[in-house]
């Protein structure tokens, strides 16, 4: 990585001044971001944080003053050719003709782990990660808040698998529990099964939302009970009905999650569990945990003063097992099967209380691994509607931004006639679902706006893609093989500059995108990247300059179309080369 030798270079000047190892110095050197003010240095040094009394409020005057003496102890050498001093830190700039030859080497060398390669992730040992989410319920519509889970659990375990830790992907499907029982009853009154085999999601939910009416009726529920006892007793034709369901609606998530781009490792799902639930209540109870209460149901008390002032139900009246019970099973299985370092639970922050008692529970078990178990939880979207309505399956919102991108470009007049629009469409479309649900902090709340997220200026993922297919076509024009032999001295101008310096940064992007797992991070980084290459494209131009200077040119936008592109990937957009 090439920030991490210059890193290093600065950190072994320093070191010697300040008599401190060159490790401890090198996460305390950051890359400055570009600037408009156009003329900032490369690196910074934050003095508070090579301070030993950092704990106490510093004034900035001090931190000032500290700055000032320790810039005029350092000497410029061949990597820094600029020192400064400035409001708490210490200011590098590299050797310009340096800078361009280094940075655009590593990228063209690095290619896809451009960024992952770098030292800031030495001290991270390499782990395996199971990561849950998407898990939707089988006939029932495909909540807002599964695309969520899914789009937000992709980009965590595409990060994770790009810097280097085996992950295991893991769909946990709501494929059990009473509405089974209903559902049961709704086929056999009003079910089909040529519709069941061709469109298994939309003839559930139909069947679903008929028998839902009719379960006002007593007989209805009683019915619906009966099937789901037999169904939990393993009665033959009961079972086989419920495998269908969820054979068929198996085969068209795949299909589905496909069009997204997602993949699973394991398909798993509550009904795999209904067994393994009695085990662990089972434990519960031999490690006198378990507690019945007067009206009969099982509960754990999580309460410190042991008063029942928090506790957690896990078994009904009728001895029949709950979701969270299903849950713990689940956890307990997969640590047995995996021997996992860390698992991840992505689901909406509705969900945050229930994870809590999961891993309290987990905890009072004596399951110590329950610390390394993690739930990153997101915000509702408000106000994604299609034009038919309101979204009811998956399909339909992916339908939706293909006919809306479509439409905007053939109303483009810069729209070129392009192999396959719909294809293109659809993953223009998602690149402006993806970024407009990733420019904030997983945990709010937004606005869902159609308008907003098709934009094609400004920051939306339709800008991504067209910077991505510009900079191809451009490479496309001018030959696109990597150069090598580039005089750099032809990159000095401020523009080119800004590209090298935010390239310098992608590496502390990515570190600090590891650390909390918000893509916001990563999508700030690259809507900089276009904004930076859009001006670079209009002032830099390729075609009529000299071959040396359209040469050094062409290695620069190479290098940003590179980096934009590997970044696109990880938040699970697939960068188009047309549109």
Known sequence: MAACAFRRSIASQLSKVLDLPPENLIKSISAVPVSKKR???????????????????????????RAQKLAERLKCDAVVSEISAGPGTVNFTINRELLAKTVLQQVLKDGSEYGVKSELFSTVPKQKAVVEFSSPNIAKKFHIGHLRSTIVGNFIAN?????????????????????????????QRFGNKEKLKFSPLQHLFEVYVQINKAAEDENTKKLAKEFFRKLEEHNE????????FRDFSIEEYIRIYKRLGVHF?????????????QEVLKMLEDKGLLQKTIEGTGIVDLSEKKDLSSFSTVVRSDGTSLYITRDL???IDRMNKHRWDTMIYVTDKSQSSHFQHLFQILKLMGCDWAERCQHVSFGLVQGMKTRRGEVVFLEDVLNEVRSRMLENMASTKTTKAIEDPMETAEKVGLAALIIQDFRGLLSSDYQFSWDRAFQSRGDTGVFLQYTHARLHSLEQMHGNEQLTDINVACLQEPDAISILQH?????????????????????SY????????AVAHKNLPVKGSAPELAQARLSLFQ????????GMKLLGITPVTQM
């Open 159 to 187: 990060l994770k698998a790009a810097l280097g830790h085996e992950v295991i992907r893991i769909n946990y499907l709501g494929d059990w529990g009473m509405q089974f029982g209903l559902l049961g009853v709704g086929f």
């Open 265 to 277: 490792d394991e398909y798993s799902g509550e009904s795999f569990y209904q067994e393994k639930s």
């Open 237 to 244: 034709e009961m079972l086989s009905l419920w495998k269908q």
């Open 559 to 566: 290098a940003a179309r590179s980096v934009l592109a590997n």
């Open 329 to 331: 099973a689940a956890a």
């Open 526 to 533: 690259l809507l900089t990247l276009s904004h930076l290459a």
């Open 503 to 523: 390239l310098l940064r992608y590496d502390e992007v990515l570190y600090r995108a590891s650390q909390d797992l918000q893509p916001k991070h990563i999508v």
């Open 39 to 65: 003329h900032v240095a490369d690196f910074q040094l934050s003095i508070a944080s090579i301070t030993e009394d950092s704990s106490s409020n510093h004034l900035a005057q001090d931190l000032q003053l």
